[in-house]
C-alpha cells in the first residue's frame, strides 16, 4: 500500500524558514520523480517543486524559485522541501505527491506565515 506521509507542521514567522518531509512506503521510491505542491486558502492546489529519480534535475514554480529547495534521500525514501524567506503567501497546505498508475497524494500538511 503506498504511503506518503508529511511532516514539518508550523507556524512561521514572515521572514522565517521550515523544513518539511515527507516520507514514502510502498513503492520503489527510487525510480520515481517525487513533487511537493501546495494549496493556498481558497485556492487551486499548484506545483511548487518537482525532483527526478535521482535527484539530478530539479523544477521550481516561479513564486518559489530561490526560495524553496527541493532534495531527497532515496535511502531513506524521503523528499524534502526547504523553505527559506517565507512570506505570508506561502500560507498554504503543502502535499508530497508522485505520478504512479495513477497521482498518489499525501495526507497534507499546514504551514501557516503570520506575524
Same mark, same amino acid.
Given at each position: 500500500?503506498?504511503?506518503?506521509? %508529511?511532516?514539518?507542521?508550523?507556524?512561521?514567522?514572515?521572514?522565517?524558514?521550515?523544513?518539511?518531509?515527507?516520507?514514502?512506503?510502498?513503492? /520503489?521510491?527510487?525510480?520515481?520523480?517525487?513533487?511537493?505542491?501546495?494549496?493556498?486558502?481558497?485556492? %487551486?492546489? %499548484?506545483? &511548487?517543486?518537482?525532483?527526478? =529519480?535521482?535527484? &539530478? =534535475?530539479?523544477?521550481?514554480?516561479?513564486? $518559489?524559485?530561490?526560495?524553496?529547495?527541493?532534495?531527497?534521500?532515496?535511502?531513506?525514501?524521503?523528499?524534502?522541501?526547504?523553505?527559506?524567506?517565507?512570506?505570508? %503567501?506561502? /500560507?498554504?497546505?503543502?502535499?508530497?505527491?508522485?505520478?504512479?498508475?495513477?497521482?498518489?497524494?499525501?495526507?497534507? /500538511?499546514? $504551514?501557516?506565515?503570520? /506575524?
Amino acid at each position: 500500500q503506498v504511503q506518503l506521509v %508529511e511532516a514539518g507542521v508550523g507556524l512561521v514567522h514572515p521572514g522565517g524558514s521550515l523544513r518539511l518531509s515527507c516520507v514514502a512506503s510502498g513503492f /520503489t521510491f527510487k525510480t520515481y520523480a517525487m513533487s511537493w505542491y501546495r494549496q493556498p486558502p481558497g485556492k %487551486e492546489r %499548484e506545483l &511548487g517543486a518537482q525532483i527526478s =529519480s535521482t535527484g &539530478g =534535475s530539479r523544477n521550481y514554480a516561479d513564486p $518559489v524559485k530561490g526560495r524553496f529547495t527541493i532534495s531527497r534521500d532515496n535511502a531513506k525514501n524521503t523528499v524534502y522541501l526547504q523553505m527559506d524567506s517565507l512570506s505570508p %503567501e506561502d /500560507t498554504a497546505v503543502y502535499y508530497c505527491s508522485f505520478k504512479g498508475p495513477r497521482h498518489y497524494w499525501g495526507q497534507g /500538511t499546514q $504551514v501557516t506565515v503570520s /506575524t
